[in-house]
């Protein structure tokens, strides 16, 4: 017997629960001002790459999809980031935001969109993700994108940390947050809808299921790069960002 939305439902949350990035050594010191200048650079580096993606993951899924209605339920999700065709405030898109965090954090914004100095690990945990979305039935590629369902939390949690420990935080530079608690709510009720109804099966529960535990992987693994490469004693790889590079003149002063 297929088990209900219900126990299915929690399925899916108790998997954010045991395996979000929001555990991650990395972001609890993140969070309660454990980290470096360097550090911090470092993650909106490698972080961007993930931001630069996300759109690119997005027009994926969508170039699958017979149905209008999906296809026009989705579009949101790829102009959140890439901003809206029309002028005004809605121009403005997450990438652009992102950037706003590089450069208070005294990053070069031309030196972290030209995502050189990105982790080999970063990119490889990302692509993993951007070929998953391209491959997998619908039903796995949404489900992937359901850790959404926990990232509120850790938008809130990183408001509130990073105004409290870091001189760089502010209304302005950490907008990009600010604004996905707006933003991903709708996308997770959607996707979480959509993943309810077309898991009917116990097969599509289970692999709704792992294309979830996947995605949290991903995320697990960016992090686990970054602590390994750039925490002290950091190992930083040939061809990845080295501290002191990357950055706008007066930070470099
Ligand atoms: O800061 C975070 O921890 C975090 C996590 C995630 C996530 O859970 O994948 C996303 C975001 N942020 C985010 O800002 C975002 O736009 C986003 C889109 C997606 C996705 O899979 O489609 N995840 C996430």
Request: aromatic content about 10%.
């Amino acid at each position: 017997m297929t088990p209900s939305r219900e126990t299915f439902e929690a399925r899916l949350r108790a998997i954010g629960a045991e395996r979000y990035h929001d555990k991650h050594p990395f972001h609890l010191r993140l969070h309660s001002g454990g980290c470096s200048p360097d550090e911090v650079r470092a993650w909106v580096i490698n972080r961007y790459y993930y931001q630069s993606r996300i759109p690119m993951k997005d027009a994926a899924f969508m170039s699958r999809v017979e149905d209008p209605d999906l296809r026009r339920a989705w579009v949101s999700r790829l102009l959140d980031h890439d901003g809206h065709p029309s002028d005004g405030e809605r121009r403005e898109g997450g990438i652009v935001r992102w950037l706003r965090l590089a450069e208070a954090v005294g990053l070069d914004p031309a030196y972290v969109a030209s995502c050189d100095g990105v982790l080999a690990g970063t990119r490889f945990a990302v692509d993993a993700y951007v070929r998953f979305v391209r491959e997998t039935p619908l039903l796995e590629a949404v489900a992937a994108s359901l850790t959404e369902l926990f990232a509120p939390k850790i938008h809130a949690d990183r408001i509130e940390g990073l105004l409290k420990h870091y001189a760089f935080a502010n209304d302005q530079s950490l907008s990009y947050f600010r604004k996905r608690l707006d933003e991903a709510p709708k996308d997770v009720a959607f996707g979480l809808g959509y993943v309810l109804d077309h898991a009917d099966t116990l097969e599509k529960q289970d692999a709704a299921a792992a294309a979830l535990t996947f995605k949290t992987d991903v995320l697990w693994s960016q992090l686990d790069a970054l602590e390994h490469a750039y925490v002290t004693p950091a190992r930083i790889p040939p061809g990845a960002w080295r501290p002191g590079t990357g950055l706008l003149p007066v930070a470099a002063e």
